[in-house]
């Protein structure tokens, strides 16, 4: 079992940035893969970007050019730098970790974009 908070949600104006943060229980040495989905309630949960441990990265296209994921030194730490951000982007985004056959998913932070 692996442990994953989030952290960084809250409520910004069209065209704002803000910064979700990813952690990882400590300890845990097979996560191969790290990522952001996000979820509008009534519609399914979509990918949004993901990183290996090797720091491949990879975006869906509506966030492609605005958003960055990155990764801590311990790589058990991920980042996601939502920039431009839309009131289309307003969603619960959750973070992930894939380990062995499994992905360990947080509770999610609430992103609200409107002005």
């Known amino acids: 079992q692996v442990h994953v908070v989030e952290s960084g949600g809250g409520l910004v104006q069209p065209g704002e940035s803000l910064r979700l943060s990813c952690a990882a229980a400590?300890?845990?040495?097979?996560?191969?893969?790290m990522g952001w989905y996000r979820q509008v309630p009534g519609e399914q949960r979509e990918a949004v970007a993901d990183i290996s441990v090797t720091g491949q990265t990879s975006y869906a296209s509506f966030v492609k050019g605005r958003f960055i994921v990155s990764q801590g030194n311990a790589k058990n730490a991920i980042y996601l730098q939502m920039n431009s951000l839309k009131p289309e982007d307003t969603a619960v985004y959750y973070c992930y970790a894939h380990a062995g056959l499994e992905k360990y998913w947080g509770q999610g932070t609430q992103v609200t974009v409107s002005s």
């Open positions: 400590t300890g845990v040495w097979n996560i191969d893969v």
